[in-house]
């Protein structure tokens, strides 16, 4: 239905959204432990607004589990941001992302 009403026709597309859904779902309590983790002192994730939560858990899923580059990865969310969130948003998720790239020993 999703698909039908948004005109999604190719099944690269299809798929790759379907990987992030499906992704994100299974893997959400590790993903939002590390979200959590990461935040300031004193924030909970309550406080960090839908967006920026959703750049988040779509980038932890693809760095950690897709195995797309981080660096690619950040500097694709960190352009999301910009477009989609407010003013602080690029900041404040290259922030989040880097500290878990260190936090996981990810590489390139």
Avoid: C, H
Wanted: net charge negative; aromatic share 10%; hydrophobic share 40%.
């Amino acid at each position: 239905m999703f698909f039908e009403s948004n005109q999604i026709k190719e099944t690269e597309v299809k798929e790759y959204l379907k990987d992030i859904l499906f992704g994100v779902s299974n893997n959400e309590e590790k993903i939002n432990e590390l979200i959590i983790k990461n935040l300031k002192e004193n924030w909970t994730i309550d406080r960090v607004s839908k967006i920026n939560i959703s750049l988040l858990k779509i980038a932890i899923y693809e760095m950690i589990y897709s195995k797309i580059p981080y660096k690619v990865e950040i500097n694709e969310v960190v352009e999301l941001a910009k477009k989609y969130s407010d003013e602080q948003a690029p900041s404040f998720v290259n922030g989040i992302l880097a500290s878990i790239v260190k936090e996981e020993n990810l590489t390139e």
